[in-house]
């Protein structure tokens, strides 16, 4: 079984890779991932060995994004989903998509409401180190965070 996803230290910012046997997989793990290290709090976020556990999903959102090219995508991704939890206090742990291709993603996320957040928060999705590629059948992903 390969990870879903791992942090690194990265000076004045966090380093993200994300993993999956497919793009979905990849893109969900991403989103996991991103919302992990935040370390947010809520009614049905229990956490185990350091990483949150979701109780129920409260809350699904439609989202439709279409990009240049993949590396796009997956930040256009991200950085939708954290807007979305500026917004509207929530925090996102899985994905369902109906289509996901190299320039567009359609779906809906699934997360919870939320308190706050016990990590600094990520300002931005970055395009420093990105990376997305696909080694011996499994997709990798490097992501840089701007915090």
């Not at 966090?14 to 046997?21: C, D, E, F, Q, S």
């Not at 793009?23 to 976020?45: D, Q, T, V, Y």
């Not at 989903?81 to 206090?89: A, E, I, W």
């Not at 742990?93 to 109906?98: M, P, S, V, W």
Request: aromatic residues 12%; hydrophobic residues 40%.
């Amino acid at each position: 079984m390969i990870k879903d996803y791992e942090l690194a230290e990265h000076t004045a910012d966090l380093k993200l890779y994300a993993y999956g046997t497919t793009l979905e997989e990849l893109f969900k793990n991403a989103l996991k991932g991103m919302f992990s290290c935040l370390k947010p709090h809520g009614k049905a976020i229990n956490y185990r060995d350091d990483k949150p556990v979701v109780t129920a999903f409260e809350i699904e959102r439609s989202i439709m994004i279409h990009s240049q090219n993949q590396e796009e995508l997956l930040i256009d991704f991200l950085s939708e989903c954290l807007y979305l939890s500026d917004t509207r206090k929530e925090a996102y742990f899985d994905a369902r998509f109906t289509l996901l291709t190299e320039t567009e993603v359609q779906g809906i996320i699934f997360g919870v409401s939320i308190t706050g957040f016990e990590e600094s928060e990520i300002k931005a999705v970055t395009y420093h180190e990105l990376t997305i590629e696909k080694v011996e059948n499994i997709w990798q992903a490097t992501l840089v965070f701007d915090i």
